[in-house]
């Protein structure tokens, strides 16, 4: 089984930073692209940034300049800095990694639990 676990989110006043992590755990064999993915309530799940195994990212047109996507391929771990907070960045985090389990001759896709940040002065 994999697991992907989120951690780092919280309350911050507009302006403020918080840094969020997704650690991928279980029976994988490799990770190809890792991604963060949001929703607000009352709104569709959006994509906020991906990043590839080598390193190579995009971002949301609204998070270009605030948000840093980032991974450390050795700890199955992704991060997303987030800086210049906005009330509009409120919603619930969610990582996903595209990743091939164990003995699986193709890849899967993965979702963590969801980790919620709240931007709100």
């Known amino acids: 089984q994999v697991q992907l676990v989120e951690s780092g989110g919280g309350l911050v006043q507009p302006g403020g930073s918080l840094r969020l992590s997704c650690a991928a755990s279980?029976?994988?064999?490799?990770?190809?692209?890792m991604a963060w993915f949001r929703q607000a309530p009352g709104k569709q799940r959006e994509l906020v940034a991906t990043i590839t195994t080598g390193g190579s990212t995009s971002y949301k047109d609204s998070v270009k300049g605030r948000f840093t996507i980032s991974r450390d391929n050795a700890k199955n771990t992704v991060y997303l800095q987030m800086n210049s907070l906005k009330p509009d960045d409120t919603a619930l985090y969610y990582c996903n990694a595209d990743l091939f389990d164990v003995g699986s001759r193709w890849p899967s896709g993965y979702w963590g639990q969801g980790t919620q940040v709240t931007v709100s002065s």
């Open positions: 279980g029976s994988i064999s490799s990770i190809k692209a």
